[in-house]
């Protein structure tokens, strides 16, 4: 997948799927299953790192993470999420933050959070030919702007943001959290796919947290997240047999012995 096949799917009608990923093993699984591209999130903070929100990521741990998840990917887009204050003081920091991002950690394009506010910064890096996604509505960067992680319902600002987020030259746009008619209207109105994260089903792809779509992470537990597996109970179970066989001298037994 390249950036230019994401536009080709619009216009063909092609739905695309995007998926979070953080390491190397998860990448290669996600990349073998076909999705259209793999999303190194600063959503990161909070499934890898532990925190309640995407805010304490670093620049060089989203570097790390995204280095990682190239290494696996031989199909899907790999794209790097810009951390909170990475892109925000200047053009010249955005272009120096997204540029590390192809340089150092091997991505093909980075995303970043906000509309008209952030144009000027989209519109520099994508004169660098690098390329960007732009992300609007429940940007969670915001979250204290916001007072929490709630459905954005302001629409004609909503709307502006991401026809300004195509005009700064962006290649596409997740939208979260968002009344799904919403939804539906900026993809009509644009010509950069849009990419839904509880924004209903109209968009043109739609995107989830990996840990969240698999059943691994009961912490949070958005409305707009379908669980496809229930790896949480796996892992548990699988955990739980270990140690009781461990605890009982099963295992190993000799066929995981050396003689
Ligand atoms: O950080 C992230 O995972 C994201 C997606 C949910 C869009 O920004
Ligand atoms: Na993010």
């Known amino acids: 997948m390249t950036v230019p096949d994401f536009l080709t799917a619009k216009k063909a009608g092609r739905k695309l799927s995007v998926l979070t990923a953080y390491d190397y093993t998860t990448g290669l699984l996600l990349d073998s299953s076909g999705v259209d591209a793999l999303l190194v999130g600063d959503s990161l903070g909070m499934v890898m790192q532990g925190n309640d929100n995407p805010l304490a990521v670093t620049l060089e741990e989203s570097l790390y993470h995204t280095r990682c998840v190239s290494r696996a990917a031989r199909r899907a887009l790999v794209i790097g999420d810009l951390p909170f204050l990475t892109y925000q003081t200047s053009a010249e920091q955005a272009i120096?933050?997204?540029?590390?991002?192809?340089?150092?950690?091997?991505?093909?394009?980075?995303?970043?959070?906000?509309?008209?506010?952030?144009?000027?910064?989209?519109?520099?890096?994508?004169?660098?030919?690098?390329?960007?996604?732009?992300?609007v509505g429940m940007t969670p960067q915001s979250v204290h702007a916001f007072g929490g992680f709630k459905v954005q319902r302001n629409e004609a600002k909503i709307l502006e943001d991401a026809l300004a987020?195509?005009?700064?030259?962006?290649?596409?746009?997740?939208?979260?959290?968002?009344?799904?008619?919403?939804?539906?209207?900026?993809?009509?109105?644009?010509?950069?796919?849009?990419?839904?994260?509880?924004?209903?089903?109209?968009?043109?792809?739609?995107?989830?947290?990996?840990?969240?779509?698999?059943?691994?992470?009961?912490?949070?537990?958005?409305?707009?997240?379908?669980?496809?597996?229930?790896?949480?109970?796996?892992?548990?179970?699988?955990?739980?047999?270990?140690?009781?066989?461990?605890?009982?001298?099963?295992?190993?037994?000799?066929?995981?012995?050396?003689?």
Do not use: W
Request: charged share 25%; with cysteine.
């Open 96 to 135: 120096i933050s997204a540029g590390r991002m192809l340089k150092e950690a091997g991505a093909q394009a980075v995303k970043l959070e906000g509309g008209i506010r952030c144009a000027e910064a989209i519109r520099r890096i994508v004169e660098c030919d690098i390329p960007v996604m732009g992300h």
């Open 165 to 259: 987020v195509e005009q700064a030259g962006a290649f596409a746009v997740v939208l979260e959290c968002i009344p799904s008619p919403l939804g539906e209207e900026i993809t009509k109105k644009l010509t950069i796919p849009t990419i839904g994260i509880g924004a209903g089903p109209n968009c043109d792809g739609q995107v989830l947290v990996v840990q969240d779509m698999l059943g691994m992470f009961d912490e949070v537990r958005p409305k707009f997240v379908k669980r496809y597996a229930d790896l949480g109970s796996a892992i548990r179970q699988a955990a739980e047999k270990f140690r009781e066989e461990v605890r009982d001298g099963v295992f190993p037994s000799p066929e995981y012995s050396f003689k």
